[in-house]
């Protein structure tokens, strides 16, 4: 069992920064693998940073140089480092993670950025 609570959304100017946070508890052995989606208004949910090993992290075309995905694990808590912020960046982002097949999501913080 995962438990996810996302946190760090906000509203913001566009090329501002922001810093999302996601803490797990329960199995925190999965952080290696925790990662970030979003969900824009009348989109479907996207791929934003996920590991595909432990040091390697998968960024969408359009975050890559911008976003960073970084964790702590003695806080259990993996970061979204969001830079130069733009308004098609706005969505409610989630972290997420898988564990002997079932999806773990957390409820998502929104992120609103201005132009």
């Known amino acids: 069992q995962v438990h996810l609570v996302e946190s760090g959304g906000g509203s913001v100017q566009s090329g501002e920064s922001l810093r999302l946070s996601c803490v797990v508890s329960?199995?925190?052995?999965?952080?290696?693998?925790i990662g970030w989606y979003r969900q824009a208004p009348g989109k479907q949910r996207e791929l934003v940073a996920v590991?595909?090993?432990?040091?390697?992290?998968n960024y969408a075309d359009s975050v890559k140089g911008r976003f960073t995905l970084s964790r702590d694990n003695a806080k259990n808590t993996v970061y979204l480092h969001m830079n130069n912020l733009k308004a098609e960046d706005t969505a409610v982002y989630y972290c997420?993670?898988?564990?002997?097949?079932?999806?773990?999501w957390g409820l998502g913080t929104q992120v609103i950025v201005s132009s």
């Open positions: 997420n993670v898988e564990l002997f097949g079932t999806d773990y």
């Open positions: 590991p595909i090993r432990a040091t390697t992290i």
């Open positions: 329960g199995n925190t052995l999965t952080i290696d693998r």
